[in-house]
């Protein structure tokens, strides 16, 4: 199977926002160090500055949260899932944009992480 490990600061608060509000489901739990998430047969692992994947690199970089790539996360109407995002303190990256596919914004997920919330051409 295929994962996205996506590092964060703190676990517990990046749950709140991949489960709370974009439906993924716990599908295993490390206590405060990692937890892996799972909505529509794709796994995210969210993992914290107690995991390997946090430990610094040869060089001494350290990896941490962050940076353009970006989970996808497709929806029909963009604003149903933006509204409550916004109004739970999230930060709205740009403003919606509508391109040759569809619209979509970028938020961040309260770690530094951007999330695309995506509406395909045709939906809103």
Known sequence: MTAFRILVGDVTRALRFYRDHLGFQIVEQFG????????????????GPQTSAAKPTADGEQPGPGGWNRLVIQVEDLDALLVPLIEAGYELRNEPVTGPGGKQALIRDGEG????????????
Not at 32 to 47: P, Q, Y
Not at 113 to 124: H, K, M, S
């Open 32 to 47: 405060s160090a990692m937890a892996i998430l799972e909505r529509d047969g794709v796994r995210i692992w969210l993992s």
């Open 113 to 124: 992480n951007l999330v695309e919330i995506f509406a395909q051409r045709g939906e809103r």
